[in-house]
């Protein structure tokens, strides 16, 4: 018999950890056959084995207790090695110094090769919310997230290389800035954006000078911050103009920036509602569309001062998902009266 306590949420598989409960049969799509039955308590070489199938959803047994973001304590403790090798090579250096782009290479190569989980990717970045965060863990950030992006639109191992260094090198230009120009917390005047504005070109400026550089990597630098619809800056780019690595940062930048003052379905309504045209359209709606899925299950704060979990992410309103209080569902796309406030 089910214990009572136990929650039925249905997850990606990405978030599937050994030692979980299979709720419902789990069906191969393409043939109707059983792959994993009822009860089955899911292994490593079970979940392994699952990326071979075309499947139906999987629905799990979770204690409500239990944090739907835990990860193992090795796998934090690499992602905050990672934020302190990526100081000690960009970091406090002294005018003129060189970048080891063999380190930041090998850096690269080292994140691609141990986060082969997207789960793990995710989770780092929502973990360390209360970490003080400075340009290096950004930097980070913005690295796993970008190969969040790039893995779900099929990205290949080389061009994810590729991607990992520019999420690395993104923001170098900002380094020696004065302080007053990269607190987030201070409004600038219109002189001190201007300048602040300029970090992508002393970014390139300074990397274009070492010509072992991927180029696609280069422009990645210089347009970051450059959107689809001509808005960004420092070159006021369109679409076209704008090579995918760099597409690719510039969605990744803006989420973290965006995750650390909103909850994530406010930041999803920020970003499929009013900055679509912003951003590369499948692009975007690819990472929103998988990036909310991960939130099933979690608890939330509504404006009502209930807490709910969520239960059920709708495709046409990723921001307004179907939750449950106690007994009762709430479907948020309906009741516009309600609304998210906190993911508790």
Known sequence: MQNKNITKVIIPIAKCIPGMILLQPIVDIDT???II??????????LKSMKNFKHTEIWVGINPEENLWQ??????????KYIHTLKNIIGNKPEGAEIKL??????????TEEFVYN???????????????DIYMHSINVTFLSLLIARWINFNPDQLKYVAMAGLLHDVGKMGMPSYLTDKTKELTVREKVEFRRHPIY???KLSQYKEINNEVLKAVLTHHERCDGSGYPLNLVEDRINDISRIIGLADEYDNLRRSTNIFKTVKILKCDMIRKFDINM?????NNVINYYIGEKVLLSTGEIAEVVFIQPH??????VKIKERYVDLYEDLQTGIVEVL
Do not use: W
């Open 102 to 111: 063999n380190e930041i290479e090998g850096l690269a190569q080292c994140i």
């Open 119 to 133: 789960f793990n990717l995710l989770a780092c970045v929502n973990l360390v919310k209360k970490m003080e965060q």
């Open 37 to 46: 039955g009822k009860d089955q308590v899911l292994t490593e070489d079970i």
């Open 71 to 80: 990860v193992e304590e090795k796998v934090l403790a690499t992602y905050k």
């Open 32 to 34: 109707g056959s059983t």
């Open 203 to 205: 970014g390139y400026e």
């Open 317 to 322: 309103a990723l921001h307004r998902p179907i």
């Open 284 to 288: 975007l709606l690819e990472f929103c």
